[in-house]
């Protein structure tokens, strides 16, 4: 994991919404859990129980976990960040 980073909050009902899309990318790529908590980087980015919780819609207090696993899927890190930042209705307008 990173040692420090600054960046803004994710809101409880957010971090629902990143479990679910987090759990849809991970299988689209199809990745298992093991390996979608791999960053060969840093190390693991959770424990393979902390990815289940969270994609079965459990609150992970630690936001750095959510934006590493927000980081580790490349392919949606700008949509998600945005998404989490702006209101749907602005995404979108």
Do not use: W
């Amino acid at each position: 994991m990173m040692k420090s980073a600054k960046f803004t909050p994710i809101h409880d009902s957010d971090k629902r919404t990143l479990g679910l899309l987090i759990k849809i990318e991970r299988e689209n790529q199809g990745l298992s859990q093991k390996e979608c908590i791999k960053d060969p980087s840093h190390g693991p980015i959770s424990s393979v129980s902390t990815l289940h919780r969270m994609e079965a819609g459990q609150i992970i207090k630690d936001n750095m976990i959510n934006f590493e696993m927000i980081h580790r899927f490349k392919s949606f890190e700008c949509f998600i960040t945005a998404s989490l930042l702006l209101p749907f209705d602005e995404l979108y307008a």
